[in-house]
């Protein structure tokens, strides 16, 4: 990788982890709002048959909160590989990871080969 992919590299998870990080912010506040909720009532939402329970989407927001802050993990991990030059080097095989796929998933480990020989297990 040249110094000019891996500028724009560097710049793209930046933009994903700025965006990562206002969507794990936002999750959180919305589990806070439906925790509130949750403890101001003593009614039973598990069983009300209108829909979906405030209970459901508090536990769908934790659940979206912590794919969050994996995905940040994973980008600031691509960070240190890139710094390292070692970003576009498949953990598994060692081959290289296409440029193609680093733009679209920036924080990929894995060339595609090895992503789909994992998929098939």
Same mark, same amino acid.
């Given at each position: 990788?040249?110094?000019?992919?891996?500028?724009?590299?560097?710049?793209?998870?930046?933009?994903?982890?700025?965006?990562?990080?206002?969507?794990?912010? &936002?999750? $959180?506040?919305?589990?806070?709002?439906?925790?509130?909720?949750?403890?101001?009532?003593? =009614?039973?939402? #598990?069983?009300? +048959?209108e829909g979906s329970t405030i209970s459901q989407d508090r536990a769908l927001e934790v659940k979206l909160h912590e794919d969050a802050q994996r995905?940040?993990?994973?980008?600031?991990?691509?960070?240190?590989?890139? &710094?390292? $030059?070692?970003?576009?080097?498949?953990?598994?095989?060692?081959?290289?990871?296409?440029? =193609?796929?680093? #733009?679209?998933? +920036?924080?990929?480990?894995?060339?595609?080969?090895?992503?789909?020989?994992?998929?098939?297990?």
């Amino acid at each position: 990788m040249d110094s000019v992919d891996a500028e724009r590299f560097q710049q793209l998870i930046d933009v994903r982890i700025a965006d990562t990080r206002a969507r794990i912010e &936002a999750s $959180g506040r919305r589990i806070d709002e439906l925790t509130k909720a949750r403890s101001g009532t003593t =009614e039973d939402d #598990e069983h009300d +048959p209108e829909g979906s329970t405030i209970s459901q989407d508090r536990a769908l927001e934790v659940k979206l909160h912590e794919d969050a802050q994996r995905s940040l993990t994973d980008l600031q991990q691509a960070l240190t590989r890139l &710094a390292d $030059g070692t970003y576009d080097v498949c953990e598994h095989c060692g081959g290289p990871i296409s440029l =193609e796929r680093l #733009e679209v998933r +920036p924080e990929t480990r894995l060339c595609i080969d090895c992503a789909s020989s994992r998929l098939r297990r």
